[in-house]
């Protein structure tokens, strides 16, 4: 049963939309004291990149047997150069990407270090995000992209993290063209969600939820009070609170919710990636026609799992299947 209700989420055409991110890792080991000041020196023995942002959804439905294709903007620079590589090694489609030559791409590295006889952690993360400027011309031509590829899409994430791509006439362009082609739009949005109006569902964490509310959200009480009101901003069909731990909480336009709490809790390893691992198992679901509840409970399980990996990872279907299976 498992293996035929995941067997419908592949090949599904999934198309996120929004802020590629560099993700890269410089690995290395302890040497000395530098005598430059009291820091440790440490020695380079790797550095690799890794997709981010918008791309690790894509990475996330790549990874769940979907057909990710990306659309945004990065920069003629080295890092995406190598990013590149790193998404058609993984089958993701992104010829319609726009570069731009004068522009940096947005990275995020990460230090991490460690040894034959040492642990090895993150020391430090140094953000570069903010090479790039958005014009009219670039979201146009973005638009014109979606329109001729929009009726073999099945799903459509809108992935902002808050580096520009996204403005309300935008957005608004983006689901109205969605809504005429009965395409399902999913939101995970850092920091503007409520320009995101009439999209199908959003799925803000509860950092989130709670900034929007300009309150803090201290029990599932006011979980409940935040998502009813934010729903009805939205104008949404769902909303989707997700809360670590204590699960998730979905909300219907009808005013009614549920709450999907985590089944079997694991030992967290890393948060990082987990909205991405979500949005994109909900829009494989939805676009392969599950009810929504049942693509929560699925998003839901996948969080599960690469919670208990490190650093931005993906899941896999089989690692699906053995959750399910396990739960039984």
Known sequence: ???????????????????????EFIFGRP????REAPVIIMEETD???????????????????????LL???????????????LSAREILCSDILVNNRMHSAVKTRVVAGGEQVVSQQVVRIDNTMGLEVSSRERERLLSSLTAKISSIEAIILSDYGLGLFNKSFNQKIISLAQEEEVPVLVDSRYQLLDFVGATIATPNLEETARLRGAEISDQQEVIRAGKSLLKDLQSQYLLITQGSEGMTLFFKEGNYQHIPVENKVEVYDVTGAGDTVVATLALALGAGFDIITAVELANKAAGIVVSKPGVATVKPEELVQVMANEK
């Not at 945004?72 to 790193?86: A, F």
């Open 72 to 86: 945004g903007l990065v920069g003629g620079d080295n890092y995406w150069g190598r990013l590149k590589k790193n």
């Open 1 to 23: 049963m498992e293996n035929s209700l995941l067997t419908k989420l592949l090949d599904k055409n999934i198309l996120v939309i929004g802020d590629i991110i560099v993700d």
């Open 31 to 34: 040497a000395r004291v530098s």
């Open 47 to 69: 550095r690799e990149v890794s997709p981010g942002g918008a791309a690790n959804a894509a990475a996330n439905i790549a990874s769940l047997g979907g057909k990710a294709e």
